[in-house]
């Protein structure tokens, strides 16, 4: 663990206006892999009022009907003056037949951004990450060097064609989307982010938490992709949990077993140089996320609290 200072009485000053910091049902145990499926998951509810209350001004979707959907999203919303940052969604880019299928389930998320369209704030972000497969989920971290697990040329190209499909059609609705690199799917190293970057069009959500584990840096990550980054997800990590998973080849489960997501400051990231990066131009939503399994022992809605505090003390 490292010792995080605040940073410069400079840095302090206000950050653009177009920010806003928003937070993620998965900071408290409810994402997909979770909801309906292990037990001690806080109903959507729960979870939107402790994000208010924390100070936060948007949360992210979660899985799709987890806040309810249409009027009754809108309003649970707007009552708690919380706007919608985004929603996470996978799809299998690289398989032209699932694709063919999988586009119309993005439909569908659009259909309950659509619902919060009136409530005030920044845009809702479909936030696109592939769905990776077997081989990847059970060597998380591994592509970075290893590129031996990555694609070939003919799948690279499947690849971009999905995403192209995908990107249309959220710009045909009036939105546009950003890709979400993944632990355990076949874009995490930085090698495959350049290579989505070079093959599409479409723009980039800085994930912090999963590029440390995807190998990466996410302070040059700033500076090298400050021009394709329009959305970010905020998230520490330490590192020595996911080298010791890669160790041991270990499956991605493991990731959230062993706690590897931490409250900002008491983990690997260089909070302080990612936010100094943001002050350079980023305009958009922050979504704070600490990815975390349901435990009747832990402690979401005060690490939560934390962390909103954490931003505040950086002018934030």
């Known amino acids: 663990m490292k010792e995080s200072q605040p940073a410069s009485s400079a840095a302090h000053s206000k950050p653009a206006e177009m920010i806003a910091i928003a937070n993620a ?18 109903d959507g509810a729960t979870v939107l009022d402790e994000v208010a209350a924390a100070g ?33 969604f996978e799809l299998p880019f690289s398989d032209t037949k ?14 309950v951004f659509d619902a919060v369209r009136g409530n005030d704030g920044l845009k809702p972000r479909p936030t696109l990450a592939d769905i990776g497969s077997d081989l990847r989920r059970s060597r998380p971290g591994q592509a970075v060097v290893d590129r031996s697990l990555g694609f070939d040329r003919e799948g690279w190209k499947r690849f971009a064609d999905g995403v192209e499909m ?6 045909e609705r009036g939105y546009e989307p950003t890709f979400h690199p993944e632990t355990g799917t076949y874009v995490e190293a930085p090698w495959e982010i350049e290579k989505v970057l070079e093959l599409t069009s479409i723009n ?19 500076g090298d992709w400050r021009e394709r980054i329009n959305h970010l997800h905020l ?5 020595a949990v996911v080298d010791a998973i890669v160790r041991e080849s270990a499956p991605l489960s493991e990731i959230w077993r062993r706690k590897a997501f ?15 990066g943001i002050r350079e131009g980023y305009s958009g939503w922050i979504v704070v996320e600490q990815d975390v399994l349901p435990d009747p022992a832990g402690q979401p809605a005060a690490d939560q609290s934390a962390n909103r505090e954490y931003l505040a003390a950086r002018g934030f």
Do not use: N, Q, W
């Open 98 to 111: 699932k694709m063919s299928s999988a586009i119309h389930d993005l439909d569908s998320l659009l259909d």
């Open 25 to 42: 049902p998965v900071s408290y145990g409810a994402f997909e892999l979770t909801v309906g499926i292990m037990p001690g998951v806080p």
């Open 204 to 222: 980039l959500c800085l994930d912090t938490g999963h590029l440390l584990l995807g190998g990466g840096d996410p302070v040059r990550a700033m």
């Open 262 to 276: 931490c409250r900002l400051g008491d983990g690997d990231l260089d909070v302080d140089g990612v936010l100094e």
């Open 166 to 171: 995908a990107v249309a059609l959220c710009r």
């Open 235 to 239: 998230k520490d990590a330490r590192r």
């Open 56 to 88: 936060y001004a948007g949360i992210d979707l979660g899985p799709l009907g987890y806040f309810g959907y249409g009027e009754e999203l809108a309003d649970s919303l707007k009552g708690r003056g919380l706007g919608l940052s985004g929603g996470f």
